[in-house]
């Protein structure tokens, strides 16, 4: 059963942009960490963007740091994913997740899953 609500992905060229949106429930939402996880065909799913949302604590792997910012609208209950710069490489379906922890998250500590959405970067 799908929780949370993802929207934004696409297909762009290589060094163009995309703006990923997570709408949750309010219960769902209140959960201290919240993140961004990706996973590319025949690959596990890694942990890209984390927040922590009572603080705004970041946390982003290595490979997208300096080009992806992670962001919150409490107001709505939507979380966000900035992604500046793309590369071939950061083509995946991403999903939203909630429940888990913001330091190196690891899918199977996060409880709350969105059903995905696909970018795509060309060359």
């Known amino acids: 059963q799908v929780q949370l609500v993802e929207s934004g992905g696409g297909s762009v060229q290589v060094g163009g942009s995309l703006r990923l949106s997570c709408g949750a429930p309010?219960?769902?939402?209140?959960?201290?960490?919240m993140a961004w996880f990706r996973q590319a065909p025949g690959k596990e799913r890694e942990g890209v963007a984390a927040i922590y949302t009572f603080g705004g604590s970041t946390y982003y792997a290595d490979s997208v740091k300096g080009r992806f910012t992670i962001s919150q609208d409490n107001a709505k209950n939507t979380l966000y994913l900035q992604m500046n710069s793309l590369k071939p490489e950061d083509t995946a379906m991403y999903y939203c997740?909630?429940?888990?922890?913001?330091?190196?998250?690891?899918?199977?500590?996060?409880?709350?899953w969105g059903q995905g959405t696909q970018v795509t970067v060309s060359s």
């Open positions: 997740a909630a429940g888990g922890h913001c330091y190196t998250p690891v899918a199977s500590d996060f409880a709350y």
């Open positions: 309010g219960y769902i939402y209140r959960s201290y960490c």
